[in-house]
């Protein structure tokens, strides 16, 4: 089974998947190290568990412990939450979700920023997207 990344996820299962993209195979230590206000180890690894059963972690035996790392690759993962964001948040628009980057209080984009992101439009122009 192979879930859509991060789309109907309690937010300590976002916290523990985010873990995982962040660090690679993990153990049931790890995430608990590495997750704010962390609940038991027992509970991490209960919820582990879950997640592998919803498709999105897999696990291999190493040594006495597991090791989770994810189904689905990163870049898969944020691009179908990028366009999950877009159909809930911006009607589908990628022109209101980067208006609504830019408003941002604390979005300050230096100059080198803004000239990468006017070249990425560009392309994306040229190629007809």
Not at 7 to 19: A, K, P, T
């Amino acid at each position: 089974m192979r879930a859509s990344p991060h789309i109907h996820l309690s937010r300590r299962e976002r916290q523990i998947m985010d873990v995982v993209y962040a660090h690679g195979p993990v153990t049931v230590r790890e995430v608990v190290d590495q997750i704010p206000d962390p609940p038991s180890y027992s509970a991490v690894r209960a919820m582990l568990r879950i997640l592998e059963e919803k498709g999105h972690l897999k696990h291999e035996q190493d040594g006495p412990r597991y090791t989770y790392s994810p189904v689905v690759p990163r870049e898969e993962a944020r691009d179908s939450a990028m366009k999950q964001m877009l159909r809930t948040f911006f009607d589908g628009s990628a022109e209101r979700a980067v208006a609504a980057l830019l408003d941002m209080r604390g979005a300050d984009l230096s100059d080198d920023e803004l000239k990468r992101l006017a070249k990425m439009i560009e392309q994306a122009r040229k190629e007809g997207r």
